[in-house]
């Protein structure tokens, strides 16, 4: 009987000890699922791969590039649609490094240039989050399908031996561990960069210009180096912090397109210790001035109104005239939100004109790309709204290019900074999301010239060939 006792006493211990590693396990991977959810908000993964109305993470946005639309894709761990068969170590190449699981390059719309700074325990987490704490959608999302060449991944492994950096996140020792953090978020999760540094011929980031300022498709990225006049340098800590954690900085800034998707998806959702450290780090970026910037963009306009002038004379209306002018087009549109001063809403909602960074820069897509678009965003005090005056087709309460062209022009020279003025071309390429680039023609163009040099020489070799024959 003591033996039976004994025995059933060490079964007891063994399925004890077996229940025990079995719930430090669960344990383990929960507290890794929440460190890689958190991971995935500072790396703002949702707003590219979760398209509008649809499902988290399943892929299908439309992102529009200077060479075509890539559309994104399915990372829930479907097995049949998204990364559910993918190993810890296909799943960290992809990140780091572009290479999808079958071996193919990614698009660098998907910003590996930066994620390959990413530690390991970082990309484990992330790992382990997407695998068991992301719902799977077993749909398969558009497929991108950019024009020749374009189409040829094979040509992205060059790219990347060029463009790709090694991934080394080095800690600075003559720094503090503050500013450590928010470099290593600015550089590889925020992925700051990727929008707000410019981009050479080749659609690589020019890193002599680091954060001075690119165009993100109809929007632009201004520059936020710690320039006093082209830059955000006259910005304090607390000042940058509000803003990322808000996206709003009254008098100032406020966030929309895609750094509103970044203030609403990930920055607003951080830890006031990592906003902390990432404004910390922004503040010492080398300074990039541009020498036709006499001012800073936060500085220029002042209040105006020429309401007065307008009564009893014509109506104010939003309508679709050609003919209406900017005060007209202003009055109707623009003066119920924004006030009559352009002085915006005593709470701020409705910011002012004037004194902003929208009306203040030399670059004008930012303020055509709001009349156009307007902003939707959600914040921690409530949601963000302005609607966009860009309409849809067969809207007859849209304004055209010609008369978004009018408005935005009325705006600048009595809230802005004066400059050339904007053309309703400028309106249209807005409109159509931004500028394009030349290398898909030059692409072209380069193959076409290749393949006859190569025609060129075959010929001739086989010329060459003949006549050897001949006197042979």
């Not at 997407?130 to 374009?150: C, S």
Request: hydrophobic content about 40%; aromatic content about 8%; overall charge negative.
């Amino acid at each position: 009987m003591d033996i039976l006792f004994r025995f059933v006493g060490a079964a007891i211990c063994l399925m004890s000890a077996s229940s025990a590693a079995l719930a430090a396990g669960d344990d383990a991977q929960a507290a890794s699922i929440k460190r890689g959810a958190y991971i995935a908000i500072a790396s703002d993964c949702s707003a590219c791969h979760t398209a509008p109305g649809g499902k988290p993470f399943a892929g299908g946005l439309p992102i529009v590039s200077p060479v075509g639309t890539i559309y994104s894709t399915n990372i829930t761990p479907s097995a049949t649609a998204g990364i559910g068969q993918y190993s810890e170590e296909q799943f960290a190449r992809a990140v780091r490094r572009g290479i999808r699981g079958d071996g193919a390059n990614l698009y660098p719309a998907m910003p590996y240039t930066s994620y390959n700074v990413l530690t390991d325990a970082d990309i484990h987490d992330l790992y382990t989050y997407f695998q068991h704490g992301v719902e799977p959608v077993d749909a398969m999302p558009t497929r991108t399908a950019l024009p020749f060449p374009m189409n040829v991944r094979l040509s992205m492994m060059a790219w990347n031996l060029l463009f790709v950096g090694s991934g080394d996140n080095l800690t600075d020792t003559t720094q503090s561990a503050e500013w450590n953090r928010g470099k290593y978020l600015v550089d590889g999760p925020a992925h700051c960069s990727t929008c707000h540094t410019p981009r050479g011929f080749l659609m690589q980031e020019l890193t002599g210009s680091y954060l001075g300022g690119a165009q993100v498709g109809p929007w632009y990225a201004p520059n936020i180096t710690s320039d006093a006049t082209s830059g955000i340098g006259s910005w304090s800590k607390d000042e940058l912090a509000r803003y990322l954690s808000t996206g709003s900085l009254p008098g100032k800034a406020q966030a929309a397109g895609s750094m509103g998707e970044a203030v609403e998806h990930s920055f607003s959702q951080l830890t006031q210790e990592d906003i902390a450290a990432i404004a910390t780090y922004i503040k010492t970026v080398p300074p990039l001035h541009d020498a036709s910037d006499e001012q800073s963009r936060f500085d220029y306009g002042k209040p105006f109104s020429e309401l007065a002038s307008l009564r009893g004379t014509n109506p104010i209306r939003s309508d679709t005239d050609a003919q209406a002018s900017g005060a007209v087009l202003f009055y109707g549109n623009c003066a119920s939100c924004h006030q009559p001063l352009g002085q915006g809403s005593k709470d701020t909602y409705y910011p002012s004109l004037f004194h902003n960074s929208a009306t203040g820069s030399a670059n004008r897509d930012n303020l055509i790309a709001t009349i156009l678009n307007g902003v939707n965003r959600t914040t921690p005090n409530g949601q963000a709204f302005m609607p966009g005056f860009g309409g849809k087709a067969n809207d007859i309460n849209a304004l055209d290019d010609g008369q978004v062209a009018t408005l935005a022009n009325y705006v600048i020279e009595h809230y802005g900074r004066p400059g050339a003025p904007v053309t309703p071309a400028d309106v249209a390429e807005v409109r159509a999301g931004g500028p394009s680039s030349s290398l898909l023609l030059l692409a072209r163009i380069g193959i076409a010239v290749a393949a006859a040099v190569g025609l060129a020489i075959i010929l001739l070799l086989i010329v060459w060939r003949q006549r050897r024959a001949r006197m042979a």
